[in-house]
């Protein structure tokens, strides 16, 4: 299986169904995308990224603390 957003085949199951069978929840450890097995994913062509890409990316600032 790959993951279809990096085409990485470094995912993991994170979670089934708590009725055995009917869905499992996969996550990729190389860009962090999840979906589930009932999911088609598609991820369309301007949102695709490329492993080697991913510590090029900014860092997003962290969100300050809310104003009392």
Same mark, same amino acid.
């Given at each position: 299986?790959? *993951?279809?957003? *990096?085409?990485?085949?470094?995912?993991?199951?994170?979670?089934?169904? =708590?009725?055995?069978?009917?869905?499992?929840?996969?996550? *990729?450890?190389? *860009?962090?995308?999840?979906?589930?097995?009932?999911?088609? %994913?598609?991820?369309?062509?301007?949102?695709?990224?490329? %492993?080697?890409?991913?510590?090029?990316?900014?860092?997003?600032? %962290?969100? =300050? %603390?809310?104003?009392?």
């Amino acid at each position: 299986m790959k *993951c279809p957003r *990096c085409d990485s085949e470094t995912i993991k199951t994170i979670s089934t169904s =708590p009725v055995p069978g009917v869905w499992e929840y996969y996550g *990729c450890t190389t *860009c962090q995308y999840s979906w589930r097995s009932t999911e088609h %994913p598609v991820v369309h062509g301007r949102f695709k990224i490329k %492993p080697e890409d991913i510590d090029k990316l900014p860092i997003l600032p %962290p969100i =300050p %603390p809310l104003e009392k």
